[in-house]
Nanobody
Framework: QVQLVESGGGLVQAGGSLRLSCTAS????????MGWFRQAPGKEREFVAA????????FYGDAVKGRFTISRDNAKNQVYLQMNSLKPEDTAGYYC??????????????????WGQGTQVTVSS
C-alpha cells in the first residue's frame, strides 16, 4: 500500500507560477511511474503529466505542454509539478497518483493504483 499526500496548492494570478509536491510512503517509490491529474467541478479527471520511475522520461497532456514540468526526487520519495504561465482554465483540484504497471495506461485515471487526496489550485484572471 502506498499513501500519497499533495501540497503546494493555492490562489495565484494568471501568468503566475506554483509548485506542487507529492510525498509518498513506502520503500518502493522509485519503481512506480507517477502522474498528476486534475479535475474541475463538473468535469472529468484530466491527465496532466507523468514521469517514469527513474525520472528519465516525462509525458504531458496537450493542455499543459510547454508550461508545466514534472520531476521527482526518489531519495525524498517526492514528485513535483512546476506550473508556469498559469491560466484561469488551470483552476482545478490536482491529484497525485502512482502507477505500478510499468507505465501502462499513464494517460488514463484507470491506469493508476494509488491516489492522493488532492490539492486545490485556483487561478484568478
Amino acid at each position: 500500500q502506498v499513501q500519497l499526500v499533495e501540497s503546494g496548492g493555492g490562489l495565484v494570478q494568471a501568468g503566475g507560477s506554483l509548485r506542487l509536491s507529492c510525498t509518498a510512503s513506502g520503500r518502493t517509490f522509485s519503481t512506480y511511474f507517477m502522474g498528476w491529474f486534475r479535475q474541475a467541478p463538473g468535469k472529468e479527471r484530466e491527465f496532466v503529466a507523468a514521469i517514469s520511475g527513474s525520472g528519465a522520461s516525462a509525458f504531458y497532456g496537450d493542455a499543459v505542454k510547454g508550461r508545466f514540468t514534472i520531476s521527482r526526487d526518489n531519495a525524498k520519495n517526492q514528485v513535483y509539478l512546476q506550473m508556469n504561465s498559469l491560466k484561469p482554465e488551470d483552476t482545478a483540484g490536482y491529484y497525485c497518483a502512482a502507477n505500478r504497471r510499468n507505465g501502462v495506461g499513464l494517460s488514463a485515471a484507470a491506469g493508476y493504483d494509488y491516489w492522493g487526496q488532492g490539492t486545490q489550485v485556483t487561478v484568478s484572471s
